[in-house]
């Protein structure tokens, strides 16, 4: 079992930024692929970002490419998302999850086994 908890949401005018943080539990977490998502009111869940169980592979939407970074430390057990010129179009609901069957990156939410609580990022104009 993985427990999975972010921080580092928050308040933050359009064009700063923001950094979340996923900590999770499990002496396995180097294996598993990490993603973000986010859900804004009224919307589906979307992929936001991705790396791989090992830190060397990433993958972005096209939304947040360029603006948005993804690391991960696995002697902590932690997945950032860093987040630079931020719109108001970024306003949600953030949520990391991870894969426990594949180390690599997929963008459906289906195919993630454990999620995180969530952290609530708004951008305003």
């Known amino acids: 079992q993985v427990e999975l908890v972010e921080s580092g949401g928050g308040l933050v005018q359009a064009g700063g930024s923001l950094r979340l943080s996923c900590a999770a539990s499990?002496?396995?977490?180097?294996?598993?692929?990490v993603a973000w998502f986010r859900q804004a009111p009224g919307k589906e869940r979307e992929f936001v970002a991705g790396?791989?169980?090992?830190?060397?592979?990433?993958n972005f939407a096209n939304s947040v490419k360029g603006r948005f970074t993804i690391s991960r430390d696995n002697a902590k057990n932690t997945v950032y998302l860093q987040m630079n010129s931020l719109k108001v179009e970024d306003t949600a609901v953030y949520y990391c999850?991870?894969?426990?069957?594949?180390?690599?990156?997929?963008?459906?939410?289906?195919?993630?086994?454990?999620w995180g609580q969530g952290t609530q990022v708004t951008v305003s104009s």
């Open positions: 999850a991870a894969d426990a069957d594949y180390s690599g990156i997929v963008r459906t939410a289906l195919n993630y086994d454990y």
């Open positions: 499990g002496r396995t977490f180097s294996r598993y692929g």
């Open positions: 790396i791989t169980g090992s830190g060397g592979g990433t």
